[in-house]
């Protein structure tokens, strides 16, 4: 499975402009966790990519990402990515037991409110973010209300990293792929 296979399956898939923006926050993140570690950027961004990519069709906890995964399989996604795509959602009950699988969790949801954090930005870019702007948003729970924040806090927590210097690699990720994400600004 190559990434041009995998971005035709999200294509296919989802239709949402945003949720594309998202899973391609993930994938940059992950690749970029995945060079870090010396781990397969190609495989760990896959990973990342195709995570969410059957929310449209299966937009429940009863459904999403559990029937997702016979898709991926007949895609021929490779059982390790589809392990991790599985494993990011904890009511799924496959255990995080890999770094990639770790790291999937860790970078799901804080893409979620580093975008959200740009947004508000008079120049809706990303490059005019910095953690500091996304702390002071972390303590406002009303912002990005949706955003779980203490599952972020338990997914570093089980990578062994501080959740700023996290929050600094996943802002240094999507910086990289700012206009893909179209915060690139006005």
Same mark, same amino acid.
Request: with cysteine; charged share 30%; glycine share 6%.
């Given at each position: 499975?190559?990434? *041009?296979?995998?971005y035709?399956?999200? *294509?296919e898939?989802v239709?949402?402009?945003? %949720?594309?923006?998202?899973?391609?926050a993930?994938?940059?993140?992950?690749?970029?966790?995945?060079?870090l570690?010396?781990?397969?950027?190609?495989?760990?961004?896959?990973?990342?990519?195709?995570?969410?990519?059957?929310?449209e069709?299966?937009?429940? %906890?009863?459904?999403?990402?559990?029937?997702?995964?016979?898709?991926?399989?007949e895609?021929?996604v490779?059982? *390790?990515?589809?392990?991790?795509?599985?494993?990011?959602?904890?009511?799924?009950?496959?255990?995080?037991?890999?770094?990639?699988?770790r790291?999937?969790?860790?970078?799901d949801?804080?893409?979620?409110?580093?975008?959200?954090?740009a947004?508000?930005?008079?120049?809706?870019s990303?490059?005019?973010?910095?953690v500091?702007?996304?702390? *002071?948003k972390?303590?406002?729970?009303r912002f990005?209300?949706?955003?779980?924040?203490?599952?972020?806090?338990k997914?570093?927590?089980?990578?062994?990293?501080?959740?700023?210097?996290?929050?600094?690699?996943?802002l240094?990720?999507?910086?990289?792929?700012?206009?893909?994400?179209?915060?690139?600004?006005?």
């Amino acid at each position: 499975m190559n990434r *041009k296979q995998a971005y035709e399956i999200v *294509k296919e898939f989802v239709t949402n402009e945003n %949720l594309i923006r998202h899973m391609l926050a993930v994938e940059a993140s992950m690749e970029d966790y995945a060079h870090l570690w010396g781990e397969d950027p190609n495989e760990w961004g896959l990973a990342g990519l195709l995570h969410d990519f059957d929310w449209e069709i299966h937009p429940t %906890l009863e459904t999403h990402p559990q029937e997702g995964a016979s898709i991926l399989r007949e895609r021929g996604v490779p059982d *390790k990515i589809i392990r991790g795509i599985l494993s990011h959602a904890d009511h799924t009950g496959v255990p995080r037991e890999t770094r990639m699988e770790r790291a999937l969790m860790a970078c799901d949801e804080i893409t979620g409110l580093i975008t959200a954090v740009a947004l508000v930005r008079p120049s809706r870019s990303i490059h005019d973010v910095e953690v500091k702007s996304v702390k *002071k948003k972390w303590g406002e729970q009303r912002f990005a209300a949706n955003v779980n924040r203490e599952e972020i806090e338990k997914a570093v927590e089980a990578l062994d990293l501080d959740l700023w210097e996290h929050v600094g690699h996943i802002l240094q990720s999507m910086q990289r792929i700012a206009p893909q994400l179209g915060l690139d600004g006005d």
